[in-house]
């Protein structure tokens, strides 16, 4: 593991520069440093990450894993290295979010061949940013250099997060009635799902010259109000300031990742019940039609593969959604629990 | 996240043989409950992994990420997912255990392009035989389709681990003292460091066509008794039991990873002590020195490289030198805790 020392890359030796490495590891441990706080201990398990798990009566612990999939394929033809560091480490929280989970702390897997210790250091910034906005301590990583499993310059990530919940403050999927209220909160963009479609229909990382990938991506286009790359480089929105203001108020978090609604909203209901979507309640971000239009892709296949401007949907009784409202001023209603009829756990109208 | 459903990948669409892939995420789950006991709380929080934490005073956890490396590019040529996936758990869980920890649970991140089903579900399995002979419940994963990222029939895995230990149970280097003992215990063999060097010697990844590859591993050396191909992909050894067995004995354990004895066994001294480490008080296995003969290697190299033999470090009171040997009949007094006098952690003598 990272970030006590660096041992298992000493023996790469030729064409290593190890004094650009000392300042980058230096830097990466300075920038984990700063999201520590007491409850990282330091100087004791130099092989592992120490964190005290303190003032819990009943602790659960919530971990997931992701990674950005090919979102890093366009990072990478743009240089936008420290934006997917941020992606990342959002990704997962979300997930453990929806257990109703506050973020103890983070890792990182960072596998490559060729990466500069600079854009490492970008990667690594922008995950140490995203830790401090949700509270998180980045506690270690890792830094993997594969020859011949990467091609030159090429990565990829992956993240880890733990976090912690009381047993009894977990929502539960079981207290979900016919007549709950589905609340829609946007998301930025397309966040980090379905960029092997978007990157078919666009042809980005699939063997043209890179100025000409980078051409496609600088293309403004009046629906965006900017370039292609801006907004398909949107970061991964993070929730957590919208699960803390909802606490106590809903009885299920979904995460609308792969999948989109029809996949993500039925994980958080009860088998016999199911999730009502009335599309027309909200406007998809430009994004999103530019893409259908682009690709020909059909409607269906839209709302089974990219979030489609939603991304965290929260079920709350009827009586409560006037609370969740002014908790999130941006989560609206886009639908309802109804009772299943059919083998489909959501039904998009 | 893997486990409870598979959202993230049906947009695919094209060229997957979605029956063998729900054959192979049914399997996939069902090796992963096999290793979970009643800490894990099913039926709730879908999108994450959930792990109830009992019975501690001051619970500290204790994390780490890793990756098997390039030993991945080997088990590729010879077919062997399943030994890679048991790497992958005993290289993660042994960095914990320097802390003294219990593992209570461990994600997995698998990327790749074009791995068959069957080779999924056998590198999880590898793991789940991993997770389960150290008491350790293989929560979660991601399997990630990288189509453009990685090369056809490519991949990569990352492990995560949590374990548990009491603040007042983890070995403290500060109480480590002049004169204190190093007592080894040997390596099975290579274990998850130094590939990159190996397949430069052996020319194993580097273009040669796939049966030329496999015929250079195929070749049996009668200094190893075997094929070099079985020395070179030797399990990373557990050390699972024999950490339990020396709990309260030891002040010290060091996991002889990337840097060998002369980086790992510094870090868990205290900075004004070094260790002294007499190596001809054990013989390293066999595929040492045909590594360092093959490839022209120096001593130097070889130990900064490789464990040479020695997987782990323990470090304990001359008095309790005699314990740890009961505890452990393999370990054996490999070198001692001296004065620091230079810039050198380690002597190698």
Same mark, same amino acid.
């Given at each position: 593991m990272r970030p006590v020392s660096e041992p298992g890359r000493t023996y790469a030796g030729a064409g290593v520069d190890i004094e650009a490495r000392g300042r980058a590891v230096a830097r990466i441990r300075e920038l984990a440093r700063e999201t520590q706080g007491p409850q990282v201990l330091a100087g004791v398990g130099p092989f592992s990450a120490l964190y005290r798990l303190e003032g819990y009566r009943q602790p659960v612990l919530v971990s997931s894993t992701d990674g950005v999939g090919t979102k890093l394929v366009l990072a990478q033809i743009l240089d936008?290295?420290?934006?997917?560091? %941020?992606?990342?480490?959002?990704?997962?929280?979300?997930?453990?979010?929806?257990?109703?989970? @506050?973020?103890?702390?983070?890792?990182?897997?960072? !596998?490559?061949? =060729?990466?500069? %210790?600079? @854009?490492?250091?970008?990667l690594?910034? =922008?995950?140490?940013?995203?830790?401090?906005?949700?509270g998180c301590a980045l506690v270690g990583g890792e830094t993997a250099d594969m020859p011949d499993v990467y091609r030159p310059g090429d990565f990829d990530l992956a993240g880890f997060v733990?976090?912690?919940?009381?047993?009894?403050?977990?929502?539960?999927?079981?207290?979900?009635?016919?007549?709950?209220?589905?609340? =829609?909160?946007?998301?930025?963009?397309?966040?980090?799902?379905?960029?092997?479609?978007?990157?078919?229909?666009?042809?980005?990382?699939?063997?043209l010259p890179r100025e000409e990938e980078r051409e496609i991506l600088a293309r403004p286009y009046a629906a965006l =109000?900017?370039?292609?790359?801006? !907004?398909?480089?949107?970061?991964h929105r993070s929730y957590y300031r919208e699960v803390q203001a909802v606490r106590g108020l809903v009885k299920g978090i979904a995460h609308i990742t792969g999948g989109g609604l029809p996949e993500n909203v039925p994980r958080v209901l009860p088998e016999d019940l199911a999730a009502e979507i009335e599309t027309a309640r909200w406007t998809p971000h430009p994004i999103f039609a530019l893409i259908q239009e682009a690709g020909g892709v059909s409607q269906r296949e839209m709302y089974r593969t990219f979030n489609m401007g939603v991304g965290l949907v929260l079920?709350?009784?009827?009586?409560? !959604? !006037?609370?969740v409202q002014a908790a999130v001023p941006e989560a609206r209603v886009i639908g309802r629990v109804v009772r299943r009829r059919g083998p489909e756990g959501a039904l998009l109208l």
């Open positions: 936008r290295y420290e934006a997917l560091g %941020e992606d990342l480490v959002h990704l997962c929280v979300n997930d453990i979010l929806t257990a109703g989970a @506050q973020p103890l702390f983070f890792l990182d897997y960072i !596998a490559n061949n =060729g990466l500069t %210790e600079e @854009q490492k250091v970008r690594v910034s =922008g995950m140490a940013r995203a830790c401090r906005a949700v733990v976090g912690v919940v009381e047993r009894d403050e977990i929502p539960d999927p079981a207290a979900v009635r016919e007549g709950d209220v589905l609340l =829609g909160v946007p998301s930025a963009g397309i966040h980090t799902n379905g960029y092997a479609l978007i990157r078919d229909i666009f042809r980005l990382g699939k063997g =109000g900017g370039t292609l790359g801006e !907004a398909l480089l949107a970061p079920v709350a009784a009827p009586e409560r !959604a !006037a609370a």
